[in-house]
């Protein structure tokens, strides 16, 4: 299977000031940024940067927004792994295929980053069908995360963090846990949202209790159906 077709390149470029989450979560990613900022420095004190970046908690709450934030703030590209491709691959090659993802991140010095990690990170006590494969996989990625070296960046996101191994769990030194919205953080997010939208379309209903993504999606279909009817409406009165 061609390596090409188990990972996307991501250009989509995103400054850390528009990430949404908690003042802890941001304090503790700045701190990481700036130890890969001043790596070399660092180095020359045996001082190891921490590379190894688990976000996790539930699905739609910014987790792939902050990868390519990180990715942005150190100036690299983003390499993410097409999971579905990879899983799907065939039996006895899954392991080869992620120790080929993880060389070409090293080789481009890019941010690798694993999407639904426990889909192949899940733990050796599972009960999978294929637990001999399973385990191989998961000795084959606690070997390519120990020798990771300082400079590349692993950020690896789940929505189930108690289905990773815990092996794997422990070689992660920074874990980030995203909550969902509540009330007024999401009016922040709609707020921002809305504000490019025409004033007079911008007072729609607003829904809570649900994640960031789904608050966007909500905002573009309302804007989606408001704009087109105003075209309908502009079409039909310059027809008569």
């Not at 983003?78 to 899983?87: A, D, G, P, W």
Request: glycine share 2%; with cysteine.
């Amino acid at each position: 299977m061609n390596l090409y077709e188990l990972t996307v390149n991501d250009t989509e470029k995103i400054a850390l000031n528009d990430l949404l989450f908690s003042e802890e979560n941001k304090a503790a990613l700045l701190q990481t940024i700036k130890e890969h900022q001043y790596l070399d420095e660092l180095k020359k004190y045996n001082l190891q940067v921490d590379n190894k970046i688990l976000l996790h908690g539930h699905s739609g709450c910014g987790k792939t927004t902050t990868a390519k934030a990180i990715a942005t703030a150190l100036n690299k590209s983003i390499v993410i792994i097409n999971l579905s491709t990879l899983i799907n691959a065939r039996i006895g090659e899954t392991s080869k295929n992620v120790k080929a993802i993880f060389d070409k991140a090293i080789r481009e010095k890019a941010v690798l980053f694993l999407d639904e990690f426990d889909q192949i990170g899940k733990s050796r006590d599972s009960e999978d069908k294929d637990v001999a494969e399973m385990k191989r996989l998961v000795n084959t990625i606690i070997q390519l995360m120990d020798y990771l070296p300082g400079e590349s960046l692993l950020i690896c996101a789940t929505n189930h963090y108690h289905n990773i191994d815990t092996a794997l769990l422990r070689r992660f030194q920074l874990k980030l846990k995203f909550e969902m919205p509540n009330d007024s953080e999401l009016d922040v997010y709609y707020d921002k949202i809305l504000a490019p939208f025409p004033v007079h379309l911008q007072d729609i209903p607003r829904k809570y209790a649900i994640s960031y993504a789904e608050a966007k999606d909500y905002v573009h279909t309302s804007m989606k159906k408001q704009i087109i009817a105003e075209l309908d409406f502009q079409n039909k009165k310059d027809r008569v």
